[in-house]
C-alpha cells in the first residue's frame, strides 16, 4: 500500500515529507509549504500551522488532537476526524508520510 | 528540483556575471543564458557564499519578506538557481567554465608551487615555528600546500582559509595526505569565518608583487583581532617595502603610456592629431608589472630606498603614508620608480622580491610606477619617494 493509498486512523502516526521546505507567516495568516519534488506551493491556515508543526513522526493523530485542543479554543466535537481529514488533504499531495 | 531537500546544502557557484536592472530584477549568466533571481538574488547570493542548507537558508531569507507571495517568489528563485547550476549542492563541481579571477584558476598556483624560492622559504619558517601545542590558521590556503606543512611540522590542528572553491580541492589534497583529521579547510573570506577555537600562529601567504595589494593589512588586522590569540605569531612577521627610482626605456614607456613620440608616430601614419593624449597620460597614476630580468636592465638611479617597515604583530592601522628620502647614485631622467619588498618569515627565513637579487622567487614581478613628468637627477641630489597604501594597490611617489 502506497502512502496516498493508506487510510488514515486515530493510531497513524504521520510524519513531514522530508523533501518539504515550510515557511510561518506573520502572526495569524498560516504558513506556506513548498514540495521541493514537485516544485507546489500549498497554503495552510493557522490551525494547519500547528498541525503541521506537531507531525514528528512519534504522535498518533489522537496525540495530534489532544495536544491541538489545548492550544485552539472551541473547536469542533469531533477535533480528530477533522484533523484526519486536514492529513488526507495533506496525504494526497505527498506532503506527509 | 530532483533532490533537492531542506537538508541539502548548497553553494554558490564560483565566478558569476549579474545584472541588475532598472525594474530591480536580478539576471545571473549561465551556459543556458540569463537566469531571474528575482528580486532578492543579491541576498540569496550572498547567503550562499559559504556553503548553507536549503532550510536554514530559506529560513534566514524569510525575515526579507513581505508577504507569503513574497516568501513563494523568494523560495521559488532559490530552487530556480540551484535547477540553472548558479547554486550547487554538496560536492557538485563547478561548471566547466573559464575562471576569469586569477586565484580559483590554476595558472597562479602552478606559478606559486613551480617557484621552489618562495613555497620552499614558507615551509621551512613553518617547519622553524611549528609547536605541537600549536594551532595554525592559513589566511588564503590555496592548493593546502602550507597548511598540509604546518600539519606536518607538527600543528596540534590547522585551519586553512580559502575563499576560491579551489577549497574543494584543498580539501581532497588533505585527504590524500592523510592529514584529514588535524587540517580543516574553511571556504570562504578569512573576514567573515568563525573557527571554533583561536590560533596560536598565522601565515598569510598573500603578498603580492606590490605587497599589500591582497589586501594583507586588513586581513591580518581582522585575523588578530577575531582569529588569533592575542599573541598569536605571524607569518610573515615584518615586511619591509623599498623603491628605486629608475630610467625606462623610452621604447618601453612608449608601449604603455602615450607619449610625444608615439602619438607623432601615429600622426605620420593614420593622419590625425592624438597629441592631446599626452596631457592625460601626465595626469595618471600609470602602474604595470615588469619581469626582474628586464627591470634589472634600467639603469637604477639610486640604491633601494626603505620606505616601510611594518611589524603585523604591532600594526593597528591597515592605511599606509610615508615619505622617505634617497640620494641620487647616479645622474638620469628618472621617469619611473619601481618596488619591491623583504619579507621576515621567521628568525631564520627572510625573503626578497629585489630585481637585483640572487635566488629571487620567480612568481612575484615587479611593480613599476611611472612618473608622469620625468625628474632629471643628477648624482648627490636628494629625493623624495612617497608610499601610500590606503585600501586599494600601494602607490609609490617620486616627489620631485
Known sequence: ?97 | MAGLKPATVLRRAGELEVLVTAAGDVLVTTEQGLVSGGPHCLAILDLFAEPTTLAEALEALGSRTGGGQDWIDLSAAVVRLADAGVLLAGDEPDPGRVARSSFDSPGPHVAMLEDRARTSAFLAALAELVRPDDVVVDIGTGTGVLALGAAQAGARHVYAIEATPLAHQARKVVEANGLGDRVTVVQGWSTRVSLPERGTLAVAEILGSDALEERALPVVLDARKRLLAPDARLVPSVVRIYGVPVSIPAERVDMLAFTPANTARWRSWYGLELGPLTEYAARLRHRFTAPPEEVQEWPALSDPVLLAELDLAALDTPRVELVATGTATASGGANGTVGFFEADLSPGVTISTDPAGEGRPTSWGVPVWLVPEPVELRRGDEFSLEYAYTGGGGRIRLVP
Open chain 1, 1 to 97: 500500500m502506497t502512502s496516498t493509498e493508506m487510510t488514515i486512523e486515530p493510531t497513524s502516526r504521520l510524519e513531514r515529507n522530508a523533501s518539504v521546505a515550510f515557511r510561518r507567516l506573520a502572526d495569524g495568516e498560516g504558513g506556506v509549504l513548498l514540495h521541493l519534488e514537485s516544485g507546489e506551493y500549498h497554503g495552510i491556515n493557522e490551525v494547519g500551522c500547528l498541525i503541521w508543526e506537531l507531525l514528528d513522526g512519534e504522535r498518533t493523530v489522537d496525540q495530534v488532537a489532544a495536544s491541538l485542543r489545548d492550544e485552539v479554543e472551541g473547536g469542533p466535537d469531533d477535533l480528530t476526524g477533522e484533523v484526519i481529514v486536514f492529513l488526507d488533504s495533506l496525504r494526497v499531495r505527498d506532503l506527509v508520510r
